[in-house]
């Protein structure tokens, strides 16, 4: 089970991006669970290097995809390689807000891989219409993203369907609707990446908090969970990490 820990753009300081990172740890205990904490990435160093847990990983949001160069403002993957990361948030919705197109997130995931990252690649829908023309817009999100990814590499591709109407929502897609997602999406890489395909890990996110997020694990078909908001509460994330402790998922 892998729960994503989306910070974004907080905290506003390392000492605070400190105790948040030991609240989780303590919230963890000892069920099987992966915690990737995606701080912003300037406290990554930082927190990978303190205090190592077998359990405990890093990503960062994003990564250019270009080794290095003249791109003011960007981070390489190769240098969130090296500041303790494994992985990297490719495609987050508010990234492909900000302009990022499907054929960036394909070069993204390629740099990943190359830098020895595994990406955890976002896609979702902005909105859902009557005729399923959003399944299209997913469908291409993902065949796209994925076009040169070997095959001996898939499995080491993450994705999280967050659909773009949920993030930052007041509510939380339904567990029966995210089951019939997780199967369209398994469906759309099975042509290209045959079985495959059935081991990648999905994960849903948006609007994942204390109350929904045992019921999504146990009921949506889903092998984890990207957590905004509630991710940098260290109360709410710590009742909605103790909450898992019981789930019945593997
Ligand atoms: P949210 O964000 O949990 O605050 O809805 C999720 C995300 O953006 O990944």
Redesign the pocket.
């Known amino acids: 089970m892998l729960i994503v820990a989306?910070w974004k753009m907080h905290p506003q300081t390392l000492s605070r991006a400190k105790v948040l990172k030991a609240a989780s740890k303590r919230a963890l205990g000892t069920k099987k669970m992966e915690l990737v904490l995606a701080p912003p990435a300037v406290f990554l160093r930082d927190l990978a290097k303190s205090g190592r847990s077998a359990r405990i990983s890093y990503a960062a949001q994003n990564a250019h995809f270009e080794k290095e160069g003249a791109y003011t403002g960007e981070v390489s993957m190769q240098q969130v390689k090296d500041s303790g990361a494994t992985y990297v948030i490719v495609g987050?919705?508010?990234r492909r807000g900000a302009g990022e197109t499907n054929g960036d997130t394909q070069k993204k995931v390629a740099a990943a891989f190359a830098a020895g990252l595994s990406p955890i690649l976002c896609v979702g829908e902005t909105s859902r219409d009557e005729d399923g023309d959003y399944l299209e817009e997913l469908t291409g999100q993902l065949l796209t993203a994925t076009l040169d990814i070997p095959k001996n590499k898939i499995k080491d591709l993450v994705i999280a369907y967050?659909p773009v109407w949920?993030?930052?929502?007041s509510e939380a897609m339904s567990p029966n609707a995210m089951h019939e997602m997780a199967l369209y999406i398994r469906k759309t890489l099975l042509e290209p990446f045959g079985k495959a395909a059935l081991s990648i890990p999905i994960l849903y996110?948006?609007?994942?908090d204390e109350s929904n997020a045992k019921n999504m694990l146990e009921e949506g078909e889903v092998q984890g969970l990207?957590?905004?908001?509630?991710s940098t509460d260290p109360i709410r994330f710590g009742v909605l990490l103790r909450s898992l402790r019981a789930t019945t998922t593997k």
Do not use: F, P, T, Y
Request: glycine share 22%; hydrophobic share 45%; aromatic share 0%.
């Open positions: 989306n987050h919705a508010e967050e949920a993030i930052g929502a996110g948006g609007s994942i990207l957590v905004g908001r509630v």
